[in-house]
């Protein structure tokens, strides 16, 4: 599918419940939904949240690169090999386990270099993370993410339920995907009322057991709030993991 833009035919690389991703020019930039129907392509409130978190994530270790971009919506650069989910969708086989491996010890050290600039992914699946063409993995898509006080205590921080024990949660629940190949949803609000409500901490039996599951140690862990203090002890966890 191609958008029209500035009197071009671009393609959409990516779609979610706010924004659209077009590809211009090798990059890769973000509009808000709404804009892109109307043909404004003007920055909503979404899209404004999210610049100032790319701001404060600014040169971040495993953070997809955000160009200076003058214009409305968020430039980043290309990843060529698209989403995560995508990309396992396309390969005949499994990735190599030394691979996975890799993706889940980088997505550990990028999201606590993540949690030390005091920002909450809160939104932290297989579609949200990009991958470049040499396979290496990044973060994006921060519209849903939390701004935390640059002095906050990053333990006891938490807005609205989401904190950096949930990051972790959703986190496992990616390493369960990739390593199983079935998806789980680590649902922060599961069997809540409608209307504004907080996130709360799934019970353990509405998530899958991890019995005889490659990590299933460690995603358990993940799943149980706190069980890791810091995403700093989930790095060094996965890193002292041997192939076989």
Known sequence: ??????????????????????????????FALDSCIDGS??????????KSVYRRLKNCDGVVECLDHPGPGIQMVFMENGN?????????????????????????RHLAAIHDRRVVV???????????????IRFSDFSESSLLAPDCDILTADDHGFSIYTDMGQLGA?????VTGERCDFD??????????????????????????CLGGIIDKCWTKAAFRTCHE???ALNSVGLG
């Open 84 to 108: 995560l989910h995508d990309y396992l969708q396309r390969q005949r086989h499994a990735p190599p386990e030394a691979l996975k491996l890799s993706w889940f010890r980088d997505m550990a």
């Open 234 to 236: 989930l790095s060094a």
């Open 174 to 178: 990616v390493m369960y995907e990739v």
């Open 41 to 50: 392509y003007e920055d909503d409130e979404t899209i404004r949240h999210e």
């Open 188 to 213: 922060l609000f599961k069997d809540q009322p409608p209307g504004p409500a907080a996130a709360a901490w799934p019970r353990r039996e509405h998530l899958p057991s991890t019995q005889g599951v």
């Open 1 to 30: 599918m191609t958008l029209d833009f500035n009197g071009r035919q671009v393609p959409i690389v990516g779609m979610g419940g706010s924004g659209m991703i077009v590809q211009c020019e090798g990059t890769a930039i973000k």
């Open 122 to 136: 809160a939104d932290i699946k297989t579609r949200n993370f990009l991958l470049a063409a040499d396979t290496s």
